[in-house]
């Protein structure tokens, strides 16, 4: 009897550190071209196995291949973040000296520890359901919001950063990971929404009539979301050099990781300044108008991509590997986290309050209509 499809991809990707290991005890290997060519050829692997674990289904998603390549680097980045860490030794010593330096950063150790924990474990369900043929949609979106957070700013972040002078050819097997979550992302947002059928006449107009003052929970939604987007405006301007003192006073006395060479929070700044702020905007648009249905797809893509980015952000500004005068200061430690925070957790909400309560953001649907759909289901 043939093992479930997601304890096959486990077991695969379990082979990443035994391959690590390997590769950082022949010395033959651990040049920067080699590296690169092996890890090429790795990947190739784990692909061809991944097409034997599935030869017998009758239809695989093609985002079943991804999720499973994925799987297998998410144990990489745990084994990276274990060892800069100092739990494990013998593993990535060679990679993080010829392969890519920047992997031996706060940041990086950060957003290995979310890929090697919370993406593994999402790929693992997502496959499960999958397989089970079981909605995994929105699921499915928040891996793509996470991921296609963390590689506009890892990819941007190495360029411009101190590391940008030090890029060796392993660096530039992350183009396929760069655009794969957007394939993955314009796959999903293509494929019908997922959400129930509720009849015109009665919950939907309802909902609908409300103005925000009589919609206390939307109401101090808006402006959460509205002050998480005064304060990415702000740490935007205090990333690009804004000589207001308040910028000056911010960058030196509250958030000095903001200045930190590595490059990772100056990208992370701005792509709050000229990606959240809109989607931000946006959101508090469809708390105000009735039948904005893409919230209930937009608001978990980019809750997701707001936890990984201050995953990695918080973590970084206070792990030891950032050098102490970039570090968050004792005394100031609780305002700029609490501040940090609210990035995190207005997105979350908002998400929360679309996915559990979605009749204000539905288009309304004819109740014969719906009586018909009742039908067929």
Known sequence: MRPPVEVSV????????GVLYTINNIPALQEPLPILGVGMVVLGSILLLTLLIVRNQKKVDPLFYAFAEFSFTCLVG???????????????????????????TAYAVMMSYWEGVLHYLLFLIIIHRMFKGKSYRSLALLWAGSSMAHQIVL???????????NIRPAFWRNIPFFLAPFWAASVLFSRPREMPIVTADKQ???EQKKSLLFRPVDLVLSLLLLAAGAFSVFRGFVVLDCPLDACF??????EPYLKDPVGFPRVTMLV??????PLLTAFIYGLRTPGCSWMLDWTIFFAAAMAQTQWCHIGASLHSRTPFTYRVPADKW?????L???????????ALRCYSSPAYFMKPVPKGQANNEKKKN
Do not use: R
């Not at 274990?82 to 992997?103: R, T, W």
């Not at 990819?155 to 002078?165: D, I, R, T």
């Open 10 to 17: 486990c077991l695969l990707s379990l082979l990443a550190p």
């Open 78 to 104: 745990l084994t990276n973040a274990l060892e800069q860490d100092g739990f494990i030794s013998g593993f990535m010593g060679f990679y993080v000296k010829k392969g890519e330096p920047h992997m031996s």
């Open 155 to 165: 990819v941007p972040g190495v360029v411009v950063g101190k590391y940008g002078s």
């Open 204 to 206: 939907i107009s309802v």
């Open 249 to 254: 006073t911010y960058i030196y006395q509250y």
């Open 272 to 277: 709050y300044l000229f990606y959240a702020v």
């Open 334 to 338: 609780w305002p700029v986290i609490g």
């Open 340 to 350: 940090n925070v609210l990035l995190v957790a207005a997105p979350a909400l908002l």
